[in-house]
């Protein structure tokens, strides 16, 4: 079978707390710069879920010697890379760069890519959690490739970043040990997803449910708008993940086909854990709430995080119990 490429069989070497620290900085200050390039507020709690989606997870302060993401940021102040200001919203910090103290070589696009949105909740299925990660999981930074022996899926960033998770770096060693016994995992992309997303809504037999999610994939950002608006409804969520389930299926089917791969992905799924979110009452919904229910996921994908964070939502929507 022929492979892609042959990689040297050596096992990364893991960096020191401080050059974790030092890159962890780096990538700090570079966010920051971009974030102003932008025109967008660098919020500490914004800058932080970034610095972890650019790591693909592999930043945490604990990891690093820090007790609080707070402690991080005032180590990056102290060294003088950037300044820490509060805002009008208590706990609200913003991070300022500081112009003269710019490391030469020290940023964030020369050792990381960003990625492409998570593509949210993978849930139970018949299909093995690491498969179904790595099909699902379009982000175009990440390699993926099947260890035929282990029977196990590996998923790891291309190239070695600092900070990277110890999981990832054990994953690239495995299979740089043995190239010849992985068989490449082919991501289902983005536009083939919202096909699907499409697809299911034009199938969606009530017509409110049907506009709110034409409406959610009408937005900027339709895969998390089309997230947000199914977890409005129990009955359209698990209708979902069934109809979701069938289309990787196939697809995991057809390649383990063509590469002669044994995987099985057709054992009985267990009953979906819908997250709580509408209480029975509430999903009666009038076509006129379901157009406002709408109108206002548009909205929340509209808003910065610190209007976000402002929003009075009850916590029960936001806790799975």
């Known amino acids: 079978m022929e492979r892609t490429s042959t990689p040297q069989q050596a096992h ?28 967008r507020r660098p919020l500490a709690a914004t800058l932080k ?17 820090f007790t609080s993401f707070k402690h991080f940021l005032e180590e990056a102040q102290r060294r003088g890379v950037v300044t820490l200001a509060s805002t009008t919203f208590p706990g609200e910090l913003l991070v300022e760069p500081v112009r003269a103290n710019v490391e030469p070589g020290q940023t964030a696009s020369s050792v990381v890519q960003s990625p492409a949105p998570p593509t949210g909740d993978y849930g139970r299925s018949p299909i093995p959690n690491d498969i179904w ?25 291309q190239d070695p970043i600092p900070m990277e998770r110890p999981e990832h770096t054990a994953a690239r060693d495995k299979w740089r040990a ?14 083939r997803q919202l096909e699907w997303m499409r697809e299911f809504t034009e199938g969606t037999s009530d017509s409110g449910n049907r506009r709110l999610l034409e409406a959610a994939l009408a937005g900027d950002r ?3 708008s089309f997230s947000l608006a199914l977890r409005g409804s129990p009955t359209l969520w ?26 099985s992905v057709d054992e009985a799924s267990p009953p979906p854990v819908m997250p709580k979110t509408r209480t029975a009452e509430q999903s009666q919904d009038t076509p006129g709430e379901r157009a406002l229910r709408a109108k206002i996921v548009q909205a929340v994908e509209r808003m910065s995080i610190g209007d976000l964070r402002r929003l009075p939502i009850p916590v029960e929507y936001m806790v799975d119990v």
């Open 12 to 39: 990364s070497a893991q960096p020191s707390t401080d050059e974790l620290r030092d890159a962890a900085i780096a990538l700090l200050r570079s966010l920051v710069d971009e974030f102003i390039a932008e025109h």
């Open 49 to 65: 879920k970034v610095m972890v989606d650019r790591t693909y997870g592999g930043f945490h302060e604990i990891r690093l010697g």
């Open 133 to 157: 990660r790595c099909f699902v999981d379009w982000n175009p930074g990440l390699r993926r490739w099947y260890h035929v022996p282990s029977g196990m899926a590996l998923m790891f960033p």
């Open 178 to 191: 043995a190239p010849e016994q992985c068989v490449e995992i082919p991501a289902i992309g983005m536009p």
């Open 222 to 224: 339709p895969n998390s």
């Open 238 to 263: 698990t209708q979902w993940r069934a109809f979701r389930i069938d289309k990787v299926r196939e697809v995991v089917k057809t390649w383990a086909e063509v590469n002669n791969v044994v995987v």
